[in-house]
Structures are given as C-alpha cells and as structure tokens.
C-alpha cells in the first residue's frame, strides 16, 4: 500500500468536485430532500398522536441520518468507479503502477469525504428545521457511524464488481444495491416487528445491529457492546468478502480479455 | 543478415498465444524488444496488434506463452514494470472534466514524479502545447488531446514504452511533429518502444524494426527497408497490402466461386 498513490487518485476526485459544482449540489440535494419530507412527516404523526410518540421523530431522523451515510459511503466507492469508466480513464489506472488495494483505498476515502460533506449539511438542516440535534445522539453512536461506513464500503465493493461483470448496462447498480437490502435491515423498524421467518435474514447484514444498536442506545443512553461487536464482526467478513470479489471479477475480466473493451467502451 | 541484437533485452515474449472463443488472436508470438529500440507491429485490422499489447501490458492474461520485462516474469512484477513503463493510445483518454494541468498532476503524483510542476512544464513545453495547460481536457480536439497523452506517457521517464496507433486522428502536419518528438526523446532516454501504426510513413520514420502480423502470426520481421528490399514492391505499404490480401487468399477457403 502506497499513500502516494492513493492521495494522488483522491486528488484527482478533489478536483472533480471543485470543478463541477453540480456534484456537490448532488452529495447535498437528496438528503435534504429526504430529511424535509420525513422531517415534515414525522412532525405531522407527532402533532395527531399521542405522547407515547414522543420519542419518534428522534428514531426516525437518526435512522434518515444513518440510512444516508451507508448509502453515501457505498455511493463514493461505486460512483469513484464509474467516474474512470465514464472519462474512459480506467486504462490509465490499469497501466500505472496502481495495485487494486491502493485504487479502492482511494475510493474508500472519497466515500467518507462525502459521507462527511452529507453529515454536516444534513445535521445543520435537522437542528435548524426540526431542533434535532445530532449531538444529542451521544457520542456511543459514533462507533456504530463507523460501522455503518465500512458496510457501504462493501457494498460498494460489490456494486462495483456487479458493473465490471455485467458492463455498463449493470450501472444503476450502483444507486440499486443498498436499497435492496434496506427492508430487511431494519433501517426504520425493529427486527421484532419484521415477521417471524424473515428475521434471521436480517441478522445476516452488520446494518441491523448497527440499527438496532442506534436504537438502544437512544433509548437507554447507555452503549450496546453486543450489537457493536456483532455489526464488527460481520463487517470484517463482508469486507473480506467483498474485496474477494472484486478482484476475483478483476482477474476474470483480464483473463477474458475485457478489461480493455470496457474501458474504452 | 543484421549481426544480433547485444543490447539488454527489456521486454520478451515467449509462444505467446491468446484464444478468445477459440479463435487464436495470437499465435505463438515471440519476439525480444532491446533497450533503445523502437519496434513496429504491424498488420491488418484485427491481426493481433492491440491483443499484443494488452497482454504486454497486463491487461488481458495471455492464454499460454511467457512474458517477461527488463528481465522479470510480468504478472508477478506487474507493479514494478508498470512503474518503469507507460502506455498511451489514440483510444483511452484523460478524463474529461478535469483541466489538463490537473490530469498530468495526478498522474504525476502517482507514478512519483520528483517535482511534478517542473516536469509537466518541461513535457507541455517539448510537444509545443503550453498553451493546453488550463484547458478542459474534454474539450481538446483529437490531435492536441493525443500530445496531452504522450505527456502523461513521458511523466515518469519510462525505459519501456507502448504506443497503439498514437498518430491515429492527427493531421500531417502534427503527425509529423509528433513522430520527431518520440523519437529524439526516445533516442535521448534510450527508450524501448513498440508502436503499432497503420500509417507507413510512420513505421518507416519511427521503426528500427517491425514485425508483421498476420491473423496472429508473424510473417515478416526486419527493418523495414531490408522487408522492401526483399519484396516484389517498391515501398511499405505495398508490401502491407500484399501480406494482407495474400494471407487472406491462402486461408480462405474460396467457398464463393459458386456465386
Ligand atoms: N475481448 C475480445 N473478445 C473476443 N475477441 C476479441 C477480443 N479482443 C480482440 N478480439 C479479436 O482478436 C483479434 C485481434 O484483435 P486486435 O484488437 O488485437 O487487432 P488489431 O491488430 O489491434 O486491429 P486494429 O488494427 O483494427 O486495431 C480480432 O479478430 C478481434 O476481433
Ligand atoms: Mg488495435
């Protein structure tokens, strides 16, 4: 692993950014508009209820808040991809002295710039709007921001092998993959109200624990160490994973002779 | 003939062979590529050159042969050799939306260029196109987003080069300037180049040695004034689109005559 390297290719997303406003406005646009509309809902179930609501519009932004940061951390690592097929850069990166794990290093990164950009927009957003103050979800969440991070990182992954191996016509993957995950992790409900036979499934992904975890810990404010090391440990096995794939993908490709066709398609 | 090559050896292939579907788009392909010598692949579309290159570079696994650079096997060392080489051809681009200057310090920062500012200047400045430098990328015509390739291509020095077809969509005029360029930078580094062109002139400039290929398979190698000499024709190009017409008539089946 060179840093070099990866800084170079970060860079290189660096000036993407500074260069083409519209992308910011993309990193800022949708969790806004995912936070107001939920934000309006939330508060409207809040106002014809009763008291026992109390506590909801609470779950439901942080869930909004966390749900963005998978989608954001995997975004990075798949759009990063995208953007060297689309600019039909992805040759020159195969034929510099790049190794695989320096390349996604660097999309990893640009997943948690933009994981960052998103927070601070949409914690601003919900503290002026909703006087929802992220920081009053306690400091233990931030283990489990983490945790969710490095599962989008996999997804990523993942996303980006299913696009090396299916071709473009596989690109809206990588805005179709968290989401075909989301009803069974959990995301705005618990696992005890998912039915019966579809709950162990859930406890397939690190995202549930990592829901799950958010939840108690809001609720008690006290850690929840089981649901943090259970979201750890499957994420170790997912990254691993994912990263087997991506290069296993990778060679195949090679040995297919299609690398180059894809990227100069 | 020549007496043999003693200058090192930087790049070989061995039997190199690759099937796509059966189909052998190269046929036991040897060949050696010496240290400050720039060697043309020639052949008609589709005769192997790219798949030559892109098996050279990595990109595509041969399906037998052995492939070695400045002495190494390549797969194990791709990493290393890529960082003593570069590539660049008329199809793969910089991309688009970044200004030139950016697209060359990244590509800078990777390769570990000692003073990439200098550097880039020195490269605008040798293929006359300072005046890039703040461009869009993208928005560069065919010619000048070919030079700001070769820049990339030069960053880190290579001892091992490979252009495919790189004066493909240039005029004359910037044809020629680049061909002097590659080669008094090549003649100055002492680089080793294999350049694929279907532009005669080209080969006949740049070349100290070509190899023709035909559906994957070498039919001639030589200088290209010793390939003239031995031929029937006057000239290169016609010896090209003999071998390309010949080969075809000897291996077609000439099931057609019934039409
Ligand atoms: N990924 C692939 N899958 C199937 N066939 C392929 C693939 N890549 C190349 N080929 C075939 O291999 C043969 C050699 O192609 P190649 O691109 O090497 O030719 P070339 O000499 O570079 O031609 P050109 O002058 O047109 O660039 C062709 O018949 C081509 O169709
Ligand atoms: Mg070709």
Redesign the interface.
């Known amino acids: 692993m060179n840093f ?2 990866i ?3 970060v ?2 997303h660096l ?2 950014y500074s ?2 406003p519209m992308r910011m406005v993309e990193l800022v646009f949708w969790p806004l508009v995912d936070l107001v509309v939920w934000g309006n809902v939330t508060v409207f179930i809040q106002k014809n209820s009763d008291a026992k609501f109390g506590g909801f519009i609470l779950f439901f932004l942080g869930a909004m808040i966390l749900w963005d940061i998978l989608f954001r951390a995997q975004q990075g690592v798949a759009i990063s991809f995208l ?2 097929v689309w ?3 992805l ?9 695989t794990a320096e390349y996604l290093s660097s999309t990893f990164v640009v997943g948690f710039l933009r994981i960052l950009i998103t927070c601070v927009v949409m914690s601003l957003v919900s503290w002026i709007g909703y006087s929802f103050n992220i920081f009053q979800l306690q400091w233990w969440l931030v283990p489990f921001f983490l945790n969710l991070m490095v599962f989008g990182w996999a997804l990523g992954m993942i996303s980006t092998a299913l696009i090396l191996r299916w071709g473009q016509a596989a690109e809206s993957l990588a805005w179709a993959v968290p989401f075909f995950i989301q009803p069974v992790v959990c995301v705005f409900y618990r696992v005890e109200d998912m039915p019966a036979w579809s709950q162990p499934i859930a406890w397939l992904f690190p995202a549930t624990p990592i829901f799950e975890g958010m939840r108690e810990v809001m609720k008690t404010g006290s850690m929840s160490w089981n649901h943090l090391w259970l979201a750890a440990g499957l994420n170790v096995i997912y990254l691993s994973l994912a990263g087997w794939l991506f290069v296993w993908v990778l ?1 195949l490709t ?2 297919r ?1 299609l ?2 066709k894809f ?2 398609q | 003939m020549s007496a043999p090559d003693t200058r090192e050896v930087i790049l070989e292939a061995r039997e190199l062979t690759r099937e796509f579907d059966g189909v052998k788009a190269l046929d036991r392909f040897s060949f050696k590529l010496h240290r400050g010598e720039v060697l043309g692949l020639l052949g008609a579309n589709g005769a192997g050159k790219t798949t030559a290159m892109n098996c050279l570079l990595g990109l595509t696994l041969p399906t037998s042969g052995e492939l070695t650079a400045f002495g190494l096997p390549l797969q194990a060392n791709r990493i290393k050799i890529l960082q003593r080489s570069n590539f660049s051809s008329a199809y793969t681009a910089l991309p688009g939306n970044l200004l030139v200057w950016q697209n060359l310090l990244v590509f800078a920062r990777i390769y570990g260029v000692p003073n990439p500012k200098k550097k880039i200047a020195e490269l605008l400045e040798l293929l006359e196109i300072p005046h890039l430098q703040k461009r869009v990328t993208g928005q560069l015509s065919a010619g000048e987003s070919t030079r700001v390739n070769l820049c990339k291509a030069f960053l880190n020095d290579p001892e091992l080069l490979m252009l495919d077809e790189p004066t493909a969509s240039l005029d004359p005029d910037i044809a020629d300037k680049v061909r002097k360029v590659v080669r008094k930078v090549q003649r100055e580094r002492s680089i080793a180049i294999l350049y694929t062109s279907h532009n005669m002139r080209d080969i006949e400039e740049v070349c100290d040695r070509v190899i023709f290929l035909h559906k994957g398979k070498i039919v001639r190698e030589g200088t290209p004034s010793d390939i003239v000499a031995q031929s029937s024709s006057d000239n290169l190009e016609d010896v090209f689109i003999k071998i390309a017409r010949d080969g075809e008539i000897l291996d077609e089946p000439k099931k057609d005559s019934a039409v």
């Not at chain 1, 040759?91 to 190794?99: G, K, Q, S, Y």
């Open positions: 070099r390297i800084s170079a290719l860079m290189r000036f993407l260069r083409t953007e060297d600019t039909r850069n040759l020159n990166i195969f034929v510099a002295p790049v190794r060679n090679r040995k002779g690398l180059t990227a100069t």
